[in-house]
């Protein structure tokens, strides 16, 4: 497994909204939702609460906007790709997947700016392209951890995008 020596740092130290061109340098006005994913934004955060966007959906003073990751998603520009190949993946693929579907349920507890854009099936590969970069590497690091295998961490030098490559 070849991982970069700051890998398991560069998500907190190196990626920051001044590195995002979707992240706006003032952000946004508080209780802001997004229209697409009900996202809330609140005191510099971005978080789900299914109860509070009930209370304040109706509010005149809402301020209804795209959030970061929907607008990536919708212009399919991905920080993170992580390529799924080999054997074993043939053999124990829903299992694979149920893995990965649950650490992007996670990682949208905590910023539901970091998730799962779209996984595409082909040939015997499996392509999932993601918000952050961050989630990318997450995903292969949990590959590696449930099923061991091969993963590769090509980061780009901006730390605005990460390649992972697992096989097994």
């Given at each position: 497994?070849?991982?970069?020596?700051?890998?398991?740092?560069?998500?907190?130290?190196?990626?920051?909204?001044?590195?995002?061109?979707?992240?706006?340098k003032k952000g946004f006005i508080d209780y802001s939702i997004c229209k697409d994913c009900n996202a809330i934004y609140h005191n510099?955060?971005?978080?789900?609460?299914?109860?509070?966007?009930?209370?304040?959906?109706?509010?005149?003073?809402?301020?209804?906007?795209?959030?970061?990751?929907?607008?990536?998603?919708?212009?399919?520009?991905?920080?993170?790709?992580?390529?799924?190949?080999?054997?074993?993946?043939?053999?124990?693929?829903?299992?694979?997947?149920?893995?990965?579907?649950?650490?992007?349920?996670?990682?949208?507890?905590?910023?539901?700016?970091?998730?799962?854009?779209?996984?595409?099936?082909?040939?015997?590969?499996?392509?999932?392209?993601?918000?952050?970069?961050?989630?990318?590497?997450?995903?292969?690091?949990?590959?590696?951890?449930?099923?061991?295998?091969?993963?590769?961490?090509?980061?780009?030098?901006?730390?605005?995008?990460?390649?992972?490559?697992?096989?097994?």
């Amino acid at each position: 497994m070849k991982i970069p020596k700051d890998v398991g740092k560069f998500a907190r130290d190196k990626i920051h909204a001044e590195n995002d061109p979707y992240l706006p340098k003032k952000g946004f006005i508080d209780y802001s939702i997004c229209k697409d994913c009900n996202a809330i934004y609140h005191n510099k955060k971005w978080f789900l609460d299914a109860n509070l966007y009930e209370q304040k959906k109706s509010l005149k003073d809402i301020n209804w906007v795209e959030c970061p990751a929907c607008k990536k998603t919708k212009e399919n520009v991905p920080s993170g790709i992580v390529t799924l190949k080999g054997e074993f993946l043939q053999q124990h693929k829903q299992e694979i997947l149920n893995l990965i579907k649950n650490e992007d349920d996670r990682s949208k507890k905590f910023n539901p700016l970091k998730r799962i854009m779209k996984i595409d099936e082909k040939g015997g590969e499996i392509e999932i392209f993601t918000t952050s970069a961050k989630l990318a590497q997450r995903i292969g690091s949990i590959l590696h951890k449930a099923y061991n295998g091969e993963v590769d961490y090509k980061k780009h030098e901006n730390a605005k995008f990460m390649r992972v490559a697992w096989t097994r």
